[in-house]
């Protein structure tokens, strides 16, 4: 089975842009899990989709946002783009919502300039 | 489980011998505990999980031992190898999906 697949693995964006990363569960997944890991603040939750619906939100600004697909793929948004956006992106797939094994994609690194 | 900065707790182990990560957690209301391994480059790879009504839950060379009276979870790696050597990450599940990491640890195992 294909593990999570992250889409662009690496991404160079400049101050006040947006950007929007793609992430692709592992098949028969319905829960996408949005993760930010950078050297000073390790790894932070951002949001959970299940069934096309928000169900968890992390403590980051609205200028971070997500969505999930009927096939549950998701997408997230930065808009307005800061330097200390700059991270490695991560998602995580699992089964369901409710305390279930969340499997990691690699992850797609992004500078801000 | 707060994240620490750039300078991760480091464990120099050699090859052939166990290792033993410890990771305290934060809300007694977690009721799942996870171990990730990450590689340089790579994302976070599952290794072992277990649930708040065990105390311990053995794998493949891997034992992840549970304390909730004092909120302590570790995880230990028997005939610690080269390929062992990344960051070892605990997570805890406190509320739907949401896992809150650990800092990290950097295991390196000397040939």
């Known amino acids: 089975k294909a593990g999570v697949t992250q889409t662009p693995r690496y991404l160079i964006k400049t101050r006040g842009q947006q950007v929007t990363l793609s992430c692709s569960p592992i098949?028969?997944?319905?829960?996408v899990s949005w993760y930010q890991q950078t050297p000073g603040q390790g790894l932070q939750f951002l949001f959970e989709?299940?069934?096309?619906?928000?169900?968890n939100k992390g403590n980051f600004p609205g200028r971070f946002s997500g969505r999930q697909f009927s096939n549950s793929r998701s997408e997230m948004n930065v808009s307005t783009l800061e330097l200390g956006d700059s991270a490695l992106y991560l998602c995580?797939?699992?089964?369901?919502?409710?305390?279930?094994?969340?499997?990691f994609g690699p992850g797609t690194r992004l500078l801000v300039l | 489980g707060e994240s620490v900065g750039l300078h991760l707790p480091t464990l120099s182990v050699q090859e052939g011998d166990n290792s033993i990560i410890n990771c305290a957690y934060s809300?007694?209301?977690?009721?799942?505990f996870i171990w990730y391994k990450q590689e340089s480059g790579k994302g976070p790879q599952f290794i072992i999980d277990?649930?708040?009504?065990?105390d311990k839950r053995q794998g493949q060379r891997v034992t992840v031992l549970l304390n909730k009276t004092v909120k302590h979870l570790s995880l230990q790696i028997a005939a610690t190898q080269p390929g062992d050597s990344a960051v070892y990450f605990c997570?805890?599940?406190?509320?739907?999906?949401?896992?809150?990491f650990g800092g990290g640890t950097r295991v390196l195992v000397k040939p």
């Open positions: 098949s028969g997944h319905r829960s």
């Open positions: 997570a805890e599940n406190s509320a739907g999906n949401k896992l809150t």
């Open positions: 989709y299940f069934s096309e619906t928000q169900r």
């Open positions: 809300n007694s209301a977690s009721d799942y």
């Open positions: 995580a797939s699992s089964r369901a919502t409710g305390s279930e094994t969340q499997y």
């Open positions: 277990i649930r708040s009504n065990m």
